[in-house]
């Protein structure tokens, strides 16, 4: 068992078990609106006591995400960034909260011009537990996944409702960390009317791995988190809280949070 699934099951193990919710991940993009505030509200949701801190660099064509986050993504890519400096950032945030953990998440391109086994070794020194990359095949995966391993990171891989099952028993088999499963076929954020029925799904998915598994993509309400909460371990809420950062604020955004996660105040 990873790193990252023994801080999940012992933190799952916490919560009181009147409490019936999945633990938090939320998702900020690294420079966005600028580097400073994007480190502000980071801080801000580790201070909530966040489960998971989900940290995004921005790529020009983000293929698996929607217009919210397509469009903060190119307004961070307006000045240069670099990965090295988010690793220094994450490096110092991953030491002053301990008891949360730091997901990275890009795409395949960055990732590849900085160097793949050079990114692993630095972001594991960085603090971070676990890396997605939703445009890298897991069939073409073996140095990416030989670096992880090293260095004890866990690559974090997606599943969607429209997983052909002999590929999605492949992809959970190899698992760890946790399994991330997008609610349904599309990107990020939009319409949840058009979700697929998550009860069967995550069951399914449930049925192939011991791995935890997380719910993202369409997550935006504190009933949909009902919803899943026995079939989930973990509710991923990216454009939703995205949203109403830039809509009402960073007080209103934090107070979002809190509210669809009430176990933040008890753990």
Known sequence: ????????TTRKSLLSHDTNTPLAMTHVIYGYPSVEESLQWMKTLLDLGV????????????VADGPTIVNACHKALSVDLKISNCLLHLKELSRHYPNSRIVFMSYLNPVFKFG????????????????????????H??????????????????????TPSRRLQKIASQSTGFLYCVSRAGVTGGD???????????????????TPLAIGFGIRSKSQIDDVANHADIAIIGSALLERYDNQGMVAAANFVKDLFPHLNDV
């Open 51 to 62: 489960d998971i801190l989900e940290v995004q660099f921005p790529f020009s064509d983000p």
């Open 116 to 139: 793949v086994t050079q990114f692993i070794e630095e972001a594991s020194l960085s603090g971070i537990s676990g890396v997605i990359l939703p445009d890298l095949a897991i069939d």
């Open 1 to 8: 068992m990873s790193q990252l699934q023994k801080f999940i």
């Open 141 to 162: 995966s073996q140095d990416y996944q030989e670096a992880c391993a090293q260095f004890q990171v866990d690559p974090i891989w997606l599943v969607t409702p429209i």
């Open 192 to 210: 949840n009317q058009q979700q697929l029925p998550l009860t069967a799904y995550l069951e399914e998915v449930k049925s192939h791995t011991d």
